[in-house]
Nanobody
Framework: QVQLVEAGGGWVQPGGSLKLSCAASGGVVYRLAVGWFRHAPGMEREFVATIRWSGSISYSKDTVKGRFTVSRDTAKNTVYLQMNNLNTEDTDVYYC???????????????????WGQGTQVIVST
């Protein structure tokens, strides 16, 4: 059973940066696809980025627009989401999720992920 714990959320002014982390236990990140999603109340959960077991990465072009970077540290068994130039529309609860055996196409779909963290709140405001 893979367990995921997110951290790094908080309040930031528009234009600022945050770095979220997703620490995994019960599984190793280099054998998992680890994705980032975000979810606002009343809205559908939205794909942000994912890093697959091979190290290949996909981003949501509409959401990220070159501002976010996903990475992993296998020694710490942790995946990160560096978010720069944040704006108010990025205010959301951010979740990391993991699954084994995902290919590029399935790794973009939240339904493909079996394990989910508890989420971390990001608030972007003045």
């Amino acid at each position: 059973q893979v367990q995921l714990v997110e951290a790094g959320g908080g309040w930031v002014q528009p234009g600022g940066s945050l770095k979220l982390s997703c620490a995994a236990s019960g599984g190793v990140v280099y054998r998992l696809a680890v994705g980032w999603f975000r979810h606002a109340p009343g809205m559908e959960r939205e794909f942000v980025a994912t890093i697959r077991w091979s190290g290949s990465i996909s981003y949501s072009k509409d959401t990220v627009k070159g501002r976010f970077t996903v990475s992993r540290d296998t020694a710490k068994n942790t995946v990160y989401l560096q978010m720069n130039n944040l704006n108010t529309e990025d205010t959301d609860v951010y979740y990391c999720a993991a699954a084994y055996g995902l290919i590029a196409s399935t790794s973009l779909n939240e339904d493909s992920y079996k394990y989910w963290g508890q989420g971390t709140q990001v608030i972007v405001s003045t």
